[in-house]
T-cell receptor, first 112, second 114 residues
């Protein structure tokens, strides 16, 4: 079983729609969680951290469910510029000794 | 954006030759990492460094070595390149323990071993 699992997609979504991705992780001791965005042939960039209480950044909402060991990302009112691959990332290390494990990514294409 | 650069950006090399990739940062971050990214595998850690001359292996370290003689430079060497090492290599930096867990990645090096 992979440590961090994501649906690879692709998700093809019309502009303006809402789309959600889930990610599951196997290590219940994982400390912190992130979503990264990676554009085609570019480097990954931090999109947002995922907090236990859930957090929102504009059109993006991240949720964490520790009991079920999954993380979600919701994108509202999707834009063409949201087309990218979204990487779920789990930190299995302690504070000051982070060990990040990356999912393989979910590919999103927003259709005009 | 954080100051992190990788060189070269692209390289084609022959099987059996040594190859060195360079990562340079201007952020004075303690931690530096080398990852490879392949379809179906996501990003996998090769080696990382937590200070000058302090390095450790990641999950896919066989066939690779690293060196860090200065805070700003982290070198990845493929001792004898093989076709299975054809990949995109990313360097990343971080400063753990500061509350900002985000990694900043370089633009990547596309390596083809023929």
């Amino acid at each position: 079983r992979k440590e961090v699992e994501q649906d690879p997609g692709p998700f093809n979504v019309p502009e303006g729609a809402t789309v959600a991705f889930n990610c599951t992780y196997s290590n219940s001791a994982s400390q912190s969680f992130f979503w990264y965005r990676q554009d085609c042939r570019k480097e990954p960039k931090l999109l947002m951290s995922v907090y236990s209480s859930g957090n929102e950044d504009g059109r993006f909402t991240a949720q964490l469910n520790r009991a079920s060991q999954y993380i979600s990302l919701l994108i509202r009112d999707s834009k063409l510029s949201d087309s990218a691959t979204y990487l779920c990332v789990v930190n299995e290390g302690d504070f000051g000794n982070e060990k990040l494990t990356f999912g393989t990514g979910t590919r999103l294409t927003i259709i005009p | 954006d954080a100051g992190i650069t990788q060189s070269p950006r692209h390289k084609v090399t022959e099987t059996g030759t040594p190859v060195t990739l360079r990562c340079h940062q201007t952020e004075n971050h303690r931690y530096m990492y080398w990852y490879r990214q392949d379809p179906g595998h996501g990003l996998r850690l090769i080696h990382y460094s937590y200070g000058v001359k302090d390095t450790d292996k990641g999950e896919v370290s066989d066939g690779y070595s690293v060196s860090r003689s200065k805070t700003e430079d982290f070198l990845l060497t493929l001792e004898s390149a093989t076709s299975s090492q054809t990949s995109v290599y990313f360097c990343a930096i971080s400063e753990p323990g500061t509350g900002d867990y985000g990694y900043t990645f370089g633009s990547g090096t596309r390596l083809t071993v023929v």
